[in-house]
């Protein structure tokens, strides 16, 4: 399962559509707040489990994406955060959850 497009879309979303013809569309809100570097990751494991991360508008947009090898892209957001590296195996199994959440 690898991505053959990803495209931001209206810098509200990012869509993927993979090469098994499906289709992912990531709020990038809950992208930021699920950022899976170290450093977040610390972060959200020493709050208790009703903890809800506040971002400014600058920290939820994208200022760019960059493929990472050839299972992940890394995203840089406005505020400078770089090291989350999002695995497509992530990212499709984060659209996949979000789809029964709503």
Known sequence: MNPVKIKLIEKKELLIIWDDVT?????????RKRCPCATCLAERDKQSKM???LFAENQMTVKSINQVGNYAVQI??????NTG?????FLKRFSEQTMIIK
Do not use: M
């Not at 289709?23 to 992208?31: A, C, G, I, R, T």
């Not at 590296?85 to 195996?89: A, L």
């Open 76 to 81: 840089t957001w406005n505020d400078g955060h």
């Open 51 to 53: 903890y809800i991360p």
């Open 85 to 89: 590296i999002y695995e497509y195996y």
């Open 23 to 31: 289709e992912s569309k990531l709020n990038l809100k809950e992208l």
